[in-house]
């Protein structure tokens, strides 16, 4: 079993144990981490979307693993920590990953079930507290000042979660405790990983201000750049700098970073709302000037975005086409319908008269992407029937499809002319 770390950050204590709740080592009393005050938890699994697929691929744990699409342009999705300690990490090109772990194993997406693992998770979150607030499929945030009586002290609840996550969807995650969102994700973030951090509110100040200047929320590499020129290189640094020397520096966001160096941070946990779109896009191996070949990708982006509409329960109003350039020039172009649908055969319909709109003569195309915009849940739409329209058509056949998908798998039934495809996507959810 994996050992697990609690971290009295401001102490420098730290004490381990195996699941179970078994302590081991560590030095102060058996009272535990210090988290009064510290009801805001951030769970973020440990390398996601790799873990998930070592889940039927047990042969390769303990070995290094690349989760990418294909294509000469694919890019790393998730690896493994065996393969990061190569230096390989997410966004890097899998190319470029091959060179430097060339016997890492590459796995293809599977986005589907990365979706069913994460409405696992997320269950395990709402059965412990309603205030779950999800940041994307492998992490969230969870307020758990009402589970206190019920279920223990905050890092107890972390454990609880650990444990069960690790139990019921046999991955793991890291778990940071902490008086605000903000300082709970940094936590988690240096207990990955299968890790968790507590951070006690009293010694959330001197906690950030040893940290480099980079681990502000906020803080990219040109900001991060542009405050070392300043001298600042800590958040200790940052603190001690007037507001009014970061506001003309960095305008607003140089009041927003101050607070953050101060521990402040009032925003609270906001419940999971309904999605605001769902969407694919594929980014091609080679530019392609084919119409032929991007019309059969936009009606196997349509297929795959209707799907997911119908496995999330979801009805949409607005088609979204995206259409990227050789030189990288992005357009977007969008219709609303008369009424919701699911249908991949009305999405596709719309998406491909979008694409005709455009009025594209051999351009050299990048990346396409359909998307669905104005959601509602399924039971809320209301479909009126053409006078012409059978009752039942190609809402149930496609119902067909997906059932036949969880059966066989994904892709088992699909369009003929999607058969035999010219190119390896890479496909990205959205």
């Known amino acids: 079993m994996s050992r697990r770390q ?18 081991v080592g560590g030095a ?22 790799a873990s998930v697929e070592l889940i039927d691929r047990p042969d390769l744990r303990g070995l290094p693993v690349i989760v990418a699409g294909g294509g000469g342009r694919a890019v790393v999705l998730s690896a493994t920590y065996e393969a990061r300690r190569f230096g390989v990490h997410s966004a890097m090109p899998l190319g470029r990953a091959r060179r430097i772990c060339p016997q890492a194993t590459v796995i293809h997406p599977d986005h ?57 969807q046999r991955i793991t995650c890291s778990v940071g405790v902490a008086a605000t969102k903000f300082v709970a994700k940094l936590a988690s973030g240096r207990a990955k990983p299968d890790g968790l951090l507590v951070v006690p509110a009293e010694h959330t100040v001197p906690y950030l201000h040893r940290l480099p200047i980079g681990a502000l929320w906020g803080v990219g590499d040109k900001t991060e750049d542009h405050l070392r020129r300043l001298g600042l290189h800590t958040v200790a640094d940052l603190a001690h700098t007037p507001v009014a020397t970061l ?18 941070d009032p925003r609270p946990v906001v419940p999971e709302q309904v999605e605001k779109s769902i969407g694919a896009e594929e980014t091609f191996a080679r530019d392609v000037d084919d119409p032929e070949v991007v019309g ?45 649908t699911d249908v991949g055969r009305v999405v596709h319909a719309t998406a491909s008269s979008l694409y005709a709109g455009l009025g594209l003569d051999r351009a050299r195309v990048r990346l396409v992407g359909v998307r669905v915009e104005g959601l509602a849940e399924a039971g809320e739409g209301h479909h009126q029937l053409a006078f012409d329209e059978r009752e039942h058509g190609w809402r149930d056949a496609e119902r067909a499809v997906d059932r036949a998908g969880l059966r066989f798998g994904p892709g088992a039934v699909r369009p003929a002319s999607l058969v035999r495809e010219e190119y390896s996507p890479h496909d990205r959810g959205t």
């Open 6 to 23: 609690l971290d009295r950050a401001g102490e420098g204590q730290q004490r381990g144990g195996e699941r179970g709740g078994q302590r």
């Open 247 to 264: 506001e003309r520096a960095l305008g607003a966001a140089g009041v927003q970073l101050h607070e953050l160096s101060w521990g402040r």
């Open 112 to 168: 589907s079930r990365y979706a069913e693992v994460s409405r696992g998770v997320m269950e395990i979150f709402h059965s412990i507290t309603p205030l779950v607030e999800p940041s994307s499929l492998d992490e969230a945030f969870l307020d758990v000042s009402g589970a206190l009586r019920r279920v223990g002290r905050p890092a107890r609840i972390a454990q609880v979660i650990r444990d069960r996550v690790a139990d019921e």
């Open 28 to 49: 102060g009393s058996d009272a535990g981490p210090d988290d009064d005050g510290c009801p805001i938890l951030h769970v973020d699994m440990d390398a996601f979307y």
């Open 296 to 340: 059969r990708e936009l009606l196997r982006l349509s297929e795959k975005v209707a799907s997911r509409l119908r496995s999330a329960g979801m009805i949409g109003r607005t088609v979204v086409i995206k259409v990227r350039f050789a030189d990288f020039t992005t357009i977007t172009r969008s219709r609303t319908l008369a009424e919701h």
